[in-house]
Every structure is written in C-alpha cells, then in structure tokens.
C-alpha cells in the first residue's frame, strides 16, 4: 500500500542553520504530496503541498520538490529560527475520490536553539 | 484563519466503557475526518464522512467504533466498548472540498486513556 518514509526523528538545530528533513514516498499513482506542520498543543497545519511531479512547493521560507524519479519530497528551509521548533509530517494524499485520506510519515521533531 | 475544535481534550476511562468524542468542524464544511496517533507513531486515517455517510474506513476502524453528524451539529466519534488498544490521541479534521481542494483543517486532538 501506499507509505511515507520519515527516518529523522529529530533535528537539533541552531538559529540560521539549514535546514534539510529527509522524506520518501511509496505509491503506484500519481499522489499528491504535502508537508504538515505541528505546533505543541495543536493539530497538524498545512505547511506546502505540490501536485504535480517535479515542481516545487513555497511557503513561509520552507521548500520541497516532488521528484518522481526518485520518489522524494525533502523539506528544507535556508535558515531556521527559533519559531520553527515543532513537529513536520511529510505526507500523501493517493486515490481519485473526492472523500480521500491523508497517509502520514511518522514526523520529524525539529528543535531550533536559540 | 478557521478553527476545529475538539471536546474533550483529554478523556479518561476504564475498559469497557463508551465514549464519544466531539469535533466541532468548520462551519461550511462538507467532508469530515477522524485520525488515530498512537504515542510516538504516526498518525493514521479512521474514516471519512460526507452527506451523512461514512465513504472510506480503514481497518483500525473497528466494529466498535461510529461516526455521525446529527442534524449539522458536532461530528462524534463513539466508541463501544472501549479496549485498551484505543488508548491514543484522536483528531479531527474537515474541509470545504474534496480532493478538488484537498486542504483538511485539523483540530487539537483528544488525548484518550482507557484504563
């Protein structure tokens, strides 16, 4: 079945750091790919999605490109802040109906200091 | 920007028992979503819901869990009887479309604990 790979459970950074969360996918359509983001207390926000095989997400200084050829969706951000401390989900959104599900990665823990 | 809301945050049981759990969706939203995150693993998809039918579940939604949206009110999950393996945080989410949109706004999870 469909899957999302997070290995990177967590990411210590510091301020201006790069920023690079590693995230593979599993499918045998056309999915589209998201990344969510997770702030303590709340649910999962909509960070980026991208819908179409080799373009690139924007948002908020964060970035992702959907690359079929190898099945990768990495986020990245050229220089995080404190604020970016959170929890990031890479996933898809696989099937043809309009009543879809959401297949999350396990989520990679980022934590920036000061 | 539009809220989920969900109620009780935290809920506190002994096996066996029924619970529900109430997911206040945006106010025109259409479609309607229960997701299960165990501590420390992914979140997963229950069910969907449109027009009052549930569309898509997956296999964690078992024969002791129900979903409804009485008269456009809060949309419920119950569950009856409760087991130990239920214990997670449970969230809601909706959204105005559907896969036209696909953007799914998620409330702030309850946090169950069956005892």
């Known amino acids: 079945g469909d899957s999302v790979t997070q290995k990177q459970g967590q990411v210590t950074l510091s301020e201006d750091d790069f920023l690079f969360i590693n995230c593979t996918y599993s499918?045998?359509?056309?999915?589209?790919l998201f990344w969510y983001v997770q702030y303590p207390g709340q649910g999962p926000q909509l960070l980026l999605k991208?819908?179409?095989?080799?373009n690139k997400g924007i948002s908020r200084g964060f970035e992702a490109t959907y690359d079929k050829g190898t099945t990768s969706f990495h986020l990245q951000k050229a220089s995080v802040q404190e604020s970016d401390s959170a929890v990031y989900f890479c996933?898809?959104?696989?099937?043809?109906?309009?009543?879809?599900?959401?297949?999350f990665g396990k989520g990679t823990h980022l934590h920036v200091l000061p | 920007g539009p809220k989920v809301l969900q109620i009780p945050s935290h809920q506190i049981i002994d096996m066996g028992q029924m619970v529900t759990l109430n997911c206040d969706p945006v106010s025109n939203h259409l479609y309607f979503y229960w997701y299960k995150q165990i501590l420390g693993q992914q979140m997963e998809f229950l069910v969907n819901?449109?027009?009052?039918?549930?569309?898509?579940k997956s296999k964690l939604f078992k024969d002791q869990f129900s979903v409804e949206r009485p008269d456009g009110s809060y949309f419920t999950l119950k569950i009856q009887p409760t087991a130990l393996e239920d214990s997670a945080v449970y969230f809601c989410?909706?959204?105005?479309?559907?896969?036209?949109?696909?953007?799914?706004?998620f409330g702030p999870g309850t946090r169950l604990t069956v005892l």
């Open positions: 989410a909706s959204s105005l479309g559907g896969r036209r949109i696909m953007k799914q706004y």
């Open positions: 819901f449109y027009n009052g039918k549930v569309m898509e």
């Open positions: 991208v819908t179409t095989a080799n």
């Open positions: 996933a898809l959104v696989d099937g043809d109906t309009n009543a879809y599900k959401v297949i």
């Open positions: 499918t045998t359509t056309y999915p589209t």
